[in-house]
T-cell receptor
Framework: DAMVIQNPRYQVTQFGKPVTLSCSQTLNHNVMYWYQQKSSQAPKLLFH???????NEADTPDNFQSRRPNTSFCFLDIRSPGLGDAAMYLCATSRRGVSTDTQYFGPGTRLTVL | GNSVTQMEGPVTLSEEAFLTINCTYTATGYPSLFWYVQYPGEGLQLLLK?????DKGSNKGFEATYRKETTSFHLEKGSVQVSDSAVYFC???????????????FGRGTQLTVWP
């Protein structure tokens, strides 16, 4: 039944050690998003893919990269995690990305940086 | 620009009390409006949405009406339960604005705690 799946649910990494978070979807949606949510804050959009077209938010640090090898999967790579990157990372999908479409969220991956 | 302002929390209520969480927005064009709910340690779940003026979204006893004249989308429930304890986010998606396709603009979230 799961529509947007994120793995792992909890990830612990060390300062500066690269980490990859995974998202997959069974909805066959065109658009996939990555959000960062820090404690007690609203989610903040990092970037999104429309099919294979990648769009970065202007204030997303270069430390954050993403890959979308096919429609179903999208990855978030953090090249050198800092303590400030500890957060919940949320993946979401949308069928076409138009304003009337609903975004469906995964359960999130909570990243801890030691 | 696009932004959402929602009532600061936390909100603490007794079971069966009436709930209102205020939400107002500014947007270019005619946005779609959403309420998402986040239970502890989980991702966001869509609670309800409205895509045009005067639409009422409803789900699980929650309701919100898209009021264009007051640019508001207040969330209401007549009788809350302990299981409604969560963080509630008001959000909008503006009509397509170039590269940021379908971007959600969130309010800061309102923590609701319901006591038995």
């Amino acid at each position: 039944d799961a529509m947007v799946i994120q793995n792992p649910r909890y990830q612990v990494t060390q300062f500066g050690k690269p980490v990859t978070l995974s998202c997959s979807q069974t909805l066959n949606h065109n658009v996939m998003y990555w959000y960062q949510q820090k404690s007690s804050q609203a989610p903040k959009l990092l970037f999104h893919y429309y099919d294979k077209d990648f769009n970065n938010e202007a204030d997303t640090p270069d430390n954050f990269q993403s890959r979308r090898p096919n429609t179903s999967f999208c990855f978030l790579d953090i090249r050198s995690p800092g303590l400030g990157d500890a957060a919940m990372y949320l993946c979401a999908t949308s069928r076409r990305g138009v304003s009337t479409d609903t975004q469906y969220f995964g359960p999130g991956t909570r990243l801890t940086v030691l | 620009g696009n932004s959402v302002t929602q009532m600061e929390g936390p909100v603490t209520l007794s079971e069966e009390a009436f709930l209102t969480i205020n939400c107002t927005y500014t947007a270019t064009g005619y946005p779609s409006l959403f309420w998402y709910v986040q239970y502890p340690g989980e991702g966001l779940q869509l609670l309800l949405k409205a895509t045009k003026a005067d639409d009422k979204g409803s789900n699980k006893g929650f309701e919100a009406t898209y009021r264009k004249e007051t640019t508001s989308f207040h969330l209401e429930k007549g009788s809350v339960q302990v299981s409604d304890s969560a963080v509630y986010f008001c959000a909008l998606i503006a009509p397509s604005e170039g590269s940021t396709l379908g971007r959600l603009y969130f309010g800061r979230g309102t923590q609701l705690t319901v006591w038995p």
